[in-house]
């Protein structure tokens, strides 16, 4: 068993999935920590983040990456899937500047087929009713 598939399966069991995400390069990179709702995630202020820094704005491909990397996270959080699932296409809407500060994403599986799962992700800084970009993915799983 790979080593990720063996941090998958603890976490699973113990339902603590920051070992988890500590061992993913690119989460560790930018910072994604759980949020406080199930199939919520966080991406605190980092200033390796910041895109615009007259703004200051966080990067649209940090944006994109923490929306992402949540997706993937919780596939992994809620199926029974010992790898890293696959993305084969990925789209997002970006609908407002995100400011330095606390982003969040809420991940919703919208179809779940034999191989591919489509998933639909929010994100939003104060106010979960304005969203800061708006995405659409559909990932690989076996």
């Not at 179809?111 to 708006?134: S, T």
Request: charged share 25%; hydrophobic share 45%.
């Amino acid at each position: 068993m790979s080593r990720i598939a063996e941090l998958v399966h603890r976490a699973q069991e113990s339902g603590d999935w920051s070992e988890c995400i500590e061992a993913i390069p690119y989460a560790r990179l930018i910072g994604i920590k759980l949020g406080s709702e199930a199939g919520e995630f966080c991406l605190p202020p980092k200033a390796s983040n910041i895109g615009n820094p007259t703004l200051p704005a966080l990067h649209g491909g940090a944006l994109g990456g923490f929306m992402e990397m949540s997706a993937i996270l919780h596939l992994m959080m809620s199926m029974e899937v010992l790898k890293v699932p696959k993305v084969v296409d990925f789209s997002i809407d970006y609908l407002r500047p995100g400011h330095y500060k606390d982003t969040y994403a809420r991940c919703e599986i919208v179809r779940f087929g034999r191989k591919l799962v489509n998933v639909g992700i929010d994100c939003w800084q104060d106010d979960a009713e304005n969203l800061v970009a708006r995405a659409r993915a559909q990932f690989l799983i076996e």
